[in-house]
């Protein structure tokens, strides 16, 4: 079994930094490409940033220069430090990753809980 936990989360004044960190746990034969989602009320979930095995990293138009994806092989942590936030950053960010769990031959996308990221103006 594969778990996906999200901590980081919170309220912040525009302007402010987060840093959101998810740690994949559980049957982690193979971690593939990680990354962030994001969903504010009333819109559909959309990507936020993607970093591959390799580090190659991939970010939305709107929080490129502001967010920076990183990720720690060995631990599977993939972290997500958010500067200069706005309030239409706010919302529901998730975690992602495509793991291939022990003792199977495929990988699949798992997602975390979602923490909570409201800023203030």
């Known amino acids: 079994q594969v778990r996906l936990v999200e901590s980081g989360g919170g309220l912040v004044q525009a302007g402010g930094s987060l840093r959101l960190s998810c740690a994949a746990s559980?049957?982690?034969?193979?971690?593939?490409?990680m990354g962030w989602y994001r969903q504010a009320p009333g819109k559909e979930r959309e990507l936020v940033a993607t970093i591959s095995s390799s580090s190659t990293t991939n970010y939305a138009d709107s929080v490129k220069g502001r967010f920076t994806i990183s990720r720690d092989n060995a631990k599977n942590i993939v972290a997500l430090q958010m500067s200069s936030l706005k309030p239409e950053d706010t919302a529901v960010y998730y975690c992602?990753?495509?793991?291939?769990?022990?003792?199977?031959?495929?990988?699949?996308?798992?997602w975390g809980q979602g923490t909570q990221v409201t800023v203030s103006s």
């Open positions: 559980g049957s982690t034969f193979r971690v593939n490409a």
């Open positions: 992602n990753a495509d793991i291939q769990p022990f003792l199977t031959w495929t990988s699949r996308t798992y």
